[in-house]
């Protein structure tokens, strides 16, 4: 091989590396502000200061709560409550996961209670009752939405559910949703 | 906080094992036919043995047969849990750290999975059987010896309450650590031996009444005597822990028919009468549905009206269903029938789904005790902000009892909902899963014990399709008929209807 054909060789691969690291860049943080959408699920302003939080999703394949980590803009407590309930049924990043309610549900009210308790109203336009879901898959919705908010909330020690401005006995019929909820560790899984 | 301090733990610990492999050979493989033994009290086991790095290995196997305690597999991945009294260890091989709930302790040793199960160190003993049953652990290589003692390190303080309600006295027996007791049971006499412990009474026995005549706490023996024509059964409670004994006439004549009958254990029952089916579900609730529309309701319903047929045909029983159609009802509304027929079971039958397509089984459910515990504190308060048990120490007390029902009846749950299990996976051959428990709202408030049965998952297509057909209905509904049959019979070979929890042998 020439010097000159080696020489050639060498600055090509160089090239091709540069290349291949600014596409990654590039990608990462197209990635990165994709995941902080508001509530509306508009892109939001990423240049001021931002903070992360694990949300909980459940898994598709065993049956607990995975942790996935999202930056999230730095705002009031009640943006951040929006923020991790918007980020919730969005959907995970992982393939593995679920988003623990359809995305058609809207987090109508957050409303900050006595005694560390958060109120979380929610509802969905034209549908009276929440979702139809097997005990499993309500243990996980409710427990997805009152660990990542209590968890990820300073001062909040408990989270009630609401649908339509109500506290249903049940969401689904089975998980006790009429007094407001504990986080449940037990539910999450072991590493995220 | 706590997660990420444990994930670093691990990260540190996983880097340094993978570092020690890199720089040092392998250890070396595990020596096979390596036994010592082990002496406990006067009796020699055989126990395997495995070099390692930071020590020797023991076979775990052995020494849970003799010293109590349940070891399996868990249900994900490599990791093994071992449960001695309420405690659960989680624990791997190849990792250092042993799992106590959400605290890690540290192993000398990692773990290796052996032959005959998991070979652990010294101190993995030490920290759970140790820890637990205040055992100690002393190895003596020259003669592949391991001695276990159990020495009196512990002084326990107990504080025994002794309050009388309406016929029945109350016997609650504080300690200031979970004991290891044994109860043994005579006309007229309790006593309850502590094993290894030794006790202080620092308040002084407490003056006897018209049921418990006296009660004498000794160094390593409590001593209760009753009145005559008396009956008691006894109940745990936990955080502090609480050993209780109900003591009340044995003759229904001493029992005045009062509202504590009703906020109290039945003790009187005398067997299994009615039992309420639950189908779950009903009207635009449809419960969960399946990839090929099946709903949930028609399935609980048609289960429900084919368990209810079996069971009157072939067991004296008085069955109800909470519905018989098609139509919605409230979960409270279904306990609140069940208490009103004062059923002695109540099954709540429901088919199951999951987020991916890949569960499978049936599952049985009780209460969790979480939320038994925050329901009872819920209700406590909402009646402290009523003020209607401002001040009335006896209706402090009815809080109190309510609470020990609840406790009681979770025990017989659980004991039930075992049967209901063990039938489930005969019949239908699963990996045994165990029991469950949850949060259910159906659950909540049942005066008597309750499960809930998961009878398979509509979002398995598979399933999906044997939930239909009608061979496979019958042998569900073949399963609960036997495991309420079994229940029924333990209930009533019972001479008097205890709950025995706490009793460790
Ligand atoms: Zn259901």
């Not at chain 2, 309600?165 to 609650?172: D, K």
Request: glycine fraction near 8%; include cysteine; charged fraction near 20%.
């Amino acid at each position: 091989m020439s010097e000159r054909r080696r020489a050639l060789l060498i600055a090509g691969a160089v090239v091709a590396g540069l290349l291949l690291v600014g596409l990654v860049l590039w990608l990462s943080r197209r990635d990165g502000s994709t995941s902080t959408r508001d509530a509306g699920g508009t892109e939001v302003d990423s240049t001021g200061p931002m903070v992360s939080v694990t949300l909980y999703y459940p898994s598709l394949s065993d049956r607990r709560l995975h942790a996935e980590e999202r930056s999230i803009p730095e705002s009031t407590r009640e943006e951040k409550v929006r923020s991790i309930v918007a980020a919730l049924l969005e959907g995970p990043q992982s393939q593995m996961l679920a988003a623990p309610l359809p995305g058609t549900i809207e987090l109508a009210g957050v409303f900050f209670g006595e005694g560390g308790v958060i109120y979380l109203d929610l509802r969905q336009p034209d549908q009276e009752r929440p979702p139809a879901l097997g005990s499993l898959e309500e243990l996980l919705a409710v427990y997805s939405l009152v660990d990542s908010v209590a968890l990820n909330t300073p001062g909040i020690d408990r989270v009630a559910l609401l649908w339509n401005g109500s506290q249903p006995e049940s969401f689904s019929g089975h998980v006790d949703t009429a007094r407001p909820l504990t986080p449940n560790r037990k539910l999450l899984a072991e590493s995220p | 906080m706590r997660r990420f301090v444990a994930f670093c733990w691990l990260a540190c610990a996983l880097l340094t094992s993978l570092g020690a492999e890199a720089q040092e050979p392998a250890p070396p493989p595990p020596t096979s036919g390596l036994v010592g033994r082990a002496i406990v009290g006067s009796e020699s086991i055989p126990v395997a043995l495995q070099p390692a790095d930071g020590g020797t290995l023991f076979a775990l196997t052995p020494l849970v047969r003799r010293l109590g305690g349940t070891l399996e597999q868990g249900a994900y991945g490599e990791s093994w849990e071992l449960r001695i009294l309420e405690t659960l260890y989680t624990f791997g091989p190849n990792s250092g750290a042993l799992l106590r709930g959400e605290d890690i302790l540290p192993l000398s040793a990692m773990p290796q999975i052996g032959a005959t199960g998991p070979m652990v160190p010294l101190d993995f003993l030490e920290q759970t059987f140790g820890d637990q049953l205040g055992l100690q652990f002393q190895w003596e290589p020259a003669t592949a010896t391991l001695l276990v003692r159990r020495p009196i390190s512990r002084t326990l303080e107990v504080v025994p309450e002794l309050v009388q309600l309406q016929g029945t006295s109350t016997l609650a027996l504080e300690f200031s650590d979970t004991p290891r007791y044994r109860i043994d049971e005579q006309p007229g006499l309790i006593e309850i031996e502590i094993l290894g412990d030794r006790l202080v009474n620092p308040w002084g026995d407490p003056p006897g009444d018209s049921l418990v005549r006296q009660v004498q706490v000794g160094e390593q023996k409590i001593r209760l005597r009753l009145a005559p024509g008396t009956a008691s059964q006894h109940y745990v409670l936990r955080r502090p822990f609480r050993l209780v004994f109900d003591v009340y006439p044995s003759t229904p004549s001493g029992r005045a028919a009062t509202e504590v009958q009703r906020i109290v254990p039945p003790r009187q029952r005398q067997g299994i009468r009615t039992i309420v089916i639950d189908p779950g579900h009903g009207g635009s609730e449809t419960g969960a549905i399946g990839a090929s529309g099946t709903e949930e309701k028609d399935l609980t319903l048609a289960i429900a009206r084919s368990l209810a047929r079996a069971l009157e045909r072939r067991l004296p029983v008085k069955v109800v269903l909470t519905r018989s159609e098609d139509l919605q009802m409230s979960l409270d509304d279904r306990t609140a029938l069940a208490n009103q027929n004062k059923a002695d079971l109540f099954v709540s039958l429901h088919v199951n789904s999951s987020y991916g397509s890949s569960a499978q089984g049936a599952e049985t459910y009780i209460l969790s005790t979480e939320a038994s515990d925050e329901r009872a504190a819920d209700a406590a308060a909402a009646e402290n902000q009523s003020g209607e048990g401002d001040g009335d120490p006896l209706y402090d007390l009815q809080l109190i009892l309510w609470d020990l029902s609840q406790t009681h009846h979770l025990s017989e749950s659980l004991r039930f909902a075992t049967l209901v299990q063990e039938e489930l996976n005969s019949a239908l051959e699963l990996r045994d899963r165990g029991v469950k428990q949850a949060p259910f709202r159906v659950l909540m408030g049942a005066a008597m014990p309750a499960v809930l049965v998961e009878l398979g998952f509509l979002s398995n297509p598979t399933e999906e399709k044997h939930l239909e057909s009608l061979d496979y209905q019958n042998q569900l509904v073949d399963s609960l008929v036997r495991a309420i049959a079994r229940y029924k019979t333990l209930v009533e070979s019972r001479p008097e209807d205890r709950s025995g929890t706490g009793d460790t042998p």
